[in-house]
């Protein structure tokens, strides 16, 4: 899996995408996975109980945020705030909870540090290395990208001692 923070183009926000997603062929938009634990569940699950835990109790950490990006193999949601602290906590509490490296595309550099800065998270990066398990027309963009160092990813993260941890059952 393949997770990143991108502003993805269009008339589309500052997005957290999932792409080249285990055991996801053949998946429509229009259907449910059936495995509880594939990664397209898991990710869309820590998804919101990140955006649940992060919150006080009565409201959720960013209050719009929508699945956006659904076809084989990818899965993205959409934050519709321009508060990248909080985005920038929520990807990472999400990283985390999937075990995943949080990737981030060079669209967000300019806001990356100022984003960290105010959610008070320290971190450094590195060049992105990834190898896409199987390339279809669904990622083939995606390998386009990495391959002209498009990305880099997020290591060394130090979260604020409060922040919550997500964990998957």
Do not use: C
């Amino acid at each position: 899996m393949f997770l990143s923070l991108e502003f993805p183009g269009g008339d589309k926000q500052i997005s957290l995408l999932a792409r080249d997603l285990a055991h996801d062929k053949g998946f429509q938009a229009w259907m449910k996975p059936l495995d509880y634990d594939s990664e397209r569940s898991r990710v869309d699950r820590a998804v919101v109980l990140a955006n649940k835990k992060l919150g006080d109790g009565r409201h959720q950490l960013i209050n719009m945020i929508f699945n956006q990006f659904t076809w084989e193999g990818t899965t993205g949601w959409e934050y519709w705030t321009k508060d990248y602290g909080k985005v920038l906590l929520h990807a990472l509490v999400v990283s985390h909870a999937l075990s995943a490296p949080l990737h981030v595309h060079k669209s967000f550099d300019d806001e990356l540090f100022a984003a960290a800065e105010s959610a008070g998270i320290k971190l450094e990066f590195v060049e992105a290395t990834y190898t896409i398990a199987e390339l279809t027309r669904h990622n083939e963009q995606l390998q386009w990208k990495l391959d002209a160092n498009e990305f880099v990813k997020l290591t060394n993260i130090i979260m604020p001692k409060e922040t919550p941890v997500v964990e998957l059952f």
